[in-house]
């Protein structure tokens, strides 16, 4: 997790050496929020070639009666394609030049670009979001280096007006990025430390007042008729788990909302084994589960006046003596018998013993999370998630919500007329479709619609946007926690 905090302070009051600001890519630049001054500073930087393109940096000194000694400023591109999460990606390049320079503290004045309050409430959230998810590192299994800057322990963000509106904002940055913090962490762990007993026990440390959490281990899940989670994990050292998690609000719930996880601890491909390479990064096939985990985490600090429930499908997926096998007939919690003709596409099997026993709760809303096809890599690449669902009014509050929170979103149809490919000759319906793999993500998606019943259900396939394989401005390689914020955006609005 990230050590920085982040801290409003007032503009008028400030004083200090070094002080970074804003600028975007105009004609005549503006040190955003500097008043006079910033337009003599930003001319000044222009002559010696700053052009206040996004994340670009410049630092100066004023030797005069500049507002400090020190001046950083940031671009943020072009004026009229700046949004919030412009903000988020550019405000990491402050964090960078402060551990460049060594500053255990620095300030930083806000734009504030925003006309209307609850837009302003967004620039500084997203402000807080981009610091506070540029801080972290997985650095656990790595002796420290000479080369690492010092931690950056405290961001100021100076702002006109400490309101409590921009404090609560603040805030919610704050609860937001710890939430997908927890969600990288758990996906960076390597996958034989965070196998299916760990990652139960992670939930666990979630079980006090207002969430309960309970684990259905191998023998329960047995007792329950839920063949497919189990079916999964008998190839693996480590047996599969079922994990319930209920928050329940204060007040009466307005609706109850459940949230489905994919947690594929390590997904070997099993017997349809995959090859060294597509294997590499299959520590973070529990995502999904990543996301929900990190959702539940936050929702008594939101105080959400919902009921959520949290279902983590966890297993490994490994080949071995006892593995189940291409041919072998699994039947799920609803009752519904499965052929598995390829024991690589397992998410569907934990999903659809978990996904049943969610909706026979009767839940007003069910909304799945995983990292389900590399279909949908290949459709929609590493940052856009695949949306399926019977819920369309759900589905759009998903695209919505994305855009407000920088994470990509895009709808594919569940196309009825595909559903003859996953029908089976000797069960209900087996766990691939035919064609060489055509339609991937949406067969993917029909399968897992045989399992919800009449629950309205939207589908995320994270396959793409779960994994970074770069440093992005505020990710680095690794487990990202997409879609975490976007989830509690849209929980917020329900
Ligand atoms: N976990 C994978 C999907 C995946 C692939 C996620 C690449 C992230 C990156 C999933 O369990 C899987 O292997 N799916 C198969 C399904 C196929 C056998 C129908 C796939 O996508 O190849
Ligand atoms: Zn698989
Ligand atoms: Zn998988």
Not at 225 to 241: D, F, H, K, Q
Request: glycine fraction near 10%; charged fraction near 25%; charge should be positive.
């Amino acid at each position: 997790m990230a050590n920085l905090k982040v801290v409003p302070g007032d503009w008028k009051k400030w004083k200090g050496e070094t002080l970074m600001a804003f600028a975007f890519q105009e004609d005549a630049p503006h040190a955003l929020g500097l008043g006079p001054e910033g337009s003599r500073l930003s001319l000044a930087a222009k002559r010696d070639g700053f052009k206040g393109r996004e994340r670009e940096t410049i630092l100066m000194r004023p030797e005069d009666h500049g507002p400090a000694a020190r001046i950083i400023l940031i671009g943020l591109g072009k004026k009229e394609d700046c949004n919030s999460e412009t903000l988020r990606r550019s405000v990491p390049a402050a964090l960078r030049q402060a551990e460049q320079l060594g500053l255990a503290s620095f300030a930083l004045r806000a734009p504030e670009l925003a006309k209307s309050p609850s837009a302003q409430r967004q620039e500084v959230q997203a402000l807080a979001e981009g610091l506070l998810l540029a801080a972290y590192r997985f650095a656990r299994y790595r002796s420290p280096s000479k080369e690492d800057p010092p931690a950056v322990e405290e961001a100021i963000l100076l702002l006109n007006n400490v309101s409590a509106d921009a404090r609560q904002s603040l805030e919610r940055g704050r609860i937001f990025s710890e939430a997908t913090l927890r969600a990288r962490d758990l996906i960076n762990e390597p996958p034989s430390r965070m196998n299916p007993e760990r990652l139960a026990a992670e939930a666990l440390k979630l079980n006090q007042p207002p969430v309960s959490v309970r684990v259905m281990d191998k023998k329960e899940l047995g007792k329950m008729g839920m063949e497919a989670i189990l079916g999964v994990g008998t190839g693996g050292a480590v047996p599969p788990r079922l994990v319930e998690m209920i928050y329940k609000p204060t007040q009466k719930a307005k609706k109850i909302v459940a949230l489905v996880g994919k947690g594929i601890t390590f997904d070997s491909g099993g017997l349809s084994l995959k090859p060294p390479q597509a294997m590499e990064t299959m520590k973070d096939d529990m995502s999904g589960a990543a996301a929900v985990l990190g959702v539940m985490s936050a929702l008594s600090a939101l105080k959400l006046p919902l009921e959520v429930r949290g279902y983590l499908a966890i297993a490994e997926n490994m080949p071995g003596g006892r593995a189940q096998k291409p041919g072998d007939v699994l039947k799920a919690f609803n009752g519904k018998t499965i052929e598995v003709l390829n024991t690589d596409a397992e998410g569907r099997l934990v999903l659809a013993d978990a996904l049943s026993y969610a909706s026979s709760k009767k839940p007003d809303l069910l909304i799945d999370i995983a990292t389900l096809t590399g279909a949908a890599v290949v459709a929609l690449g590493h940052l856009v998630t695949g949306v399926m669902g019977t819920d369309a009014k759900a589905v759009r509050a998903i695209l919505e919500a994305g855009r407000d929170c920088g994470e990509k979103f895009w709808e594919l149809p569940l196309v009825k007329e595909y559903r003859p490919d996953i029908q089976s000759k000797i069960a209900d319906v087996k766990n691939i479709g035919g064609r060489r793999g055509e339609a991937g993500t949406i067969i993917g998606g029909l399968f897992l619609q045989e399992f919800v019943g009449q629950t309205p259900w939207v589908h995320l396939d994270i396959a793409g946007p779960s994994w970074s394989d770069s440093d992005q401005p505020y990710c680095p390689t690794g487990g990202t926690g997409h879609p975490v914020r976007t989830l509690l955006r849209v929980l917020e609005g329900i």
